[in-house]
T-cell receptor, first 117, second 110 residues
């Protein structure tokens, strides 16, 4: 079974703090993703990575950065947390292969509910 | 940008009834996927249907895809209390990304 783990289920941080969210997958997947989930908006893609040290911006990258130093680990960084970054953060991974990369299922971690006060 | 939009936003049914959720999207897709999310947890993949397919089954799940109407439906037959969850459609375009809709909240009463 594919397992995607996230470092914390719940996190409370203060405005202006630097926040690290960690994600680890154990299936040797090339692709990893960070989403945020807000009520009524579904999941929105923040960043994704298709290989070690490679990253691409998603739909809402502002205020976030990412790091992928090892294949199994993908970190999301909030450089200076703000209250509008209070949200559920979901990490996912997916294998590569085939011509259309989106045509494979994504495996999700349990999520980190971040509150910025 | 939000591609898939689910309808209804919320659905409440009795155990044993069928539940139907719909998804509409705006641009050409390569595939469409459905995911389930139990309260406060991560998403779990349910089924994938490719753009050249019209219908697909998996256990009690039946998915249809109408590319001319840019819509899909997910039918759960003989629902159970354990089916209570949020259901999301996600459209896979000709690239690396999936684009998720806002979801349908399904409540199955026992």
């Amino acid at each position: 079974d594919v397992k995607v783990t996230q470092s914390s289920r719940y996190l409370v941080k203060r405005t202006g703090e630097k926040v690290f969210l960690e994600c680890v997958q154990d299936m040797d997947h090339e692709n990893m993703f960070w989403y945020r989930q807000d009520p009524g908006l579904g999941l929105r893609l923040i960043y994704f990575s298709y290989d070690v040290k490679m990253k691409e911006k998603g739909d809402i990258p502002e205020g976030y950065s990412v790091s992928r130093e090892k294949k199994e680990r993908f970190s999301l960084i909030l450089e200076s947390a703000s209250t509008n970054q209070t949200s559920m953060y979901l990490c996912a991974s997916r294998s590569s292969g085939g011509l259309v990369l989106s045509s494979y299922e994504q495996y999700f971690g349990p999520g980190t509910r971040l509150t910025v006060t | 940008s939000q591609q898939g939009e689910e309808d209804p936003q919320a659905l409440s049914i009795q155990e044993g009834e069928n539940a139907t959720m719909n998804c509409s999207y705006k641009t050409s897709i390569n595939n469409l996927q459905w995911y389930r999310q139990n309260s406060g947890r991560g998403l779990v993949h349910l089924i994938l249907i490719r753009s050249n397919e019209r219908e697909k089954h998996s256990g009690r799940l039946r998915v249809t895809l109408d590319t001319s109407k840019k819509s899909s439906s997910l039918l759960i037959t003989a629902s159970r209390a354990a089916d209570t969850a949020s259901y999301f459609c996600a459209t896979g375009q000709y690239g690396n990304k999936l684009v998720f809709g806002a979801g349908t909240i399904l409540r199955v009463k026992s």
